[in-house]
T-cell receptor
Framework: DADVTQTPRNRITKTGKRIMLECSQTKGHDRMYWYRQDPGLGLRLIYY???????NKGEISDGYSVSRQAQAKFSLSLESAIPNQTALYFC??????????????????FGPGTRLTVL | QKEVEQNSGPLSVPEGAIASLNCTYSDRGSQSFFWYRQYSGKSPELIMSIYSNGDKEDGRFTAQLNKASQYVSLLIRDSQPSDSATYLCAVRTGGFKTIFGAGTRLFVKA
């Protein structure tokens, strides 16, 4: 079974609708992230959570909200979807950073993605 | 200046050749550097991480880091058509954010 899962995998919706994307993980990681990916722009961070009670905005949080229901679950909501939110959305997880030899290790592991189209 | 910059490509190499992918970053306090491979429509997959200056080899992949020049690269030896993908450079900055580059598309011609 996949360590990080996302549902749905594909979604087409209309402008103004509320949409929820869900992410679950079995890696036991405390940290979870939501990114969106647009052609030519790479991955941009929407929100991140370091534990259930710690949620932080990323660089493009406007128009989005999140909920960390449990260590293993992190949901992203679009309260009123608009066409420029059409993108590929990825959830990612990471363990607590470990520092060794002057470097800090913090690798992220990604879910399969959700392709969202807002008409 | 973007925090993490990559040439978008496409970079085209013949099968069996060495593919060289480059990435520069702006934060001198950056500590950790990662290369992800992403096939079209799929999620990024971590293939290499490097934390200290020099080279790190793993199979056909070699990551090179030069902190003085703020430069990290990925070499793929004996390139195969299955290596055709977009390669994302990611940098964990001194502010403890992980910033991703926009990626370089690689085509390996059979």
């Amino acid at each position: 079974d996949a360590d990080v899962t996302q549902t749905p995998r594909n979604r087409i919706t209309k402008t103004g609708k509320r949409i929820m994307l869900e992410c679950s993980q079995t890696k036991g990681h405390d940290r979870m992230y939501w990114y969106r990916q647009d052609p030519g722009l790479g991955l941009r961070l929407i929100y991140y959570s370091f534990d259930v009670k710690d949620i932080n905005k990323g660089e493009i949080s406007d128009g989005y909200s999140v909920s960390r229901q449990a260590q293993a679950k992190f949901s992203l909501s679009l309260e009123s979807a608009i066409p420029n939110q059409t993108a590929l959305y990825f959830c990612a997880t990471s363990d607590l950073p470990m520092t060794s030899g002057g470097a800090t290790y913090n690798e992220q592991f990604f879910g399969p993605g959700t392709r969202l189209t807002v008409l | 200046q973007k925090e993490v910059e990559q040439n978008s490509g496409p970079l085209s190499v013949p099968e069996g050749a060495i593919a060289s992918l480059n990435c520069t970053y702006s934060d001198r306090g950056s500590q950790s550097f990662f290369w992800y491979r992403q096939y079209s429509g799929k999620s990024p997959e971590l293939i290499m991480s490097i934390y200290s200056n020099g080279d790190k080899e793993d199979g056909r992949f070699t990551a090179q880091l030069n902190k003085a020049s703020q430069y990290v690269s990925l070499l793929i030896r004996d390139s195969q058509p299955s290596d055709s993908a977009t390669y994302l450079c990611a940098v964990r900055t001194g502010g403890f954010k992980t910033i991703f580059g926009a990626g370089t598309r690689l085509f390996v011609k059979a």
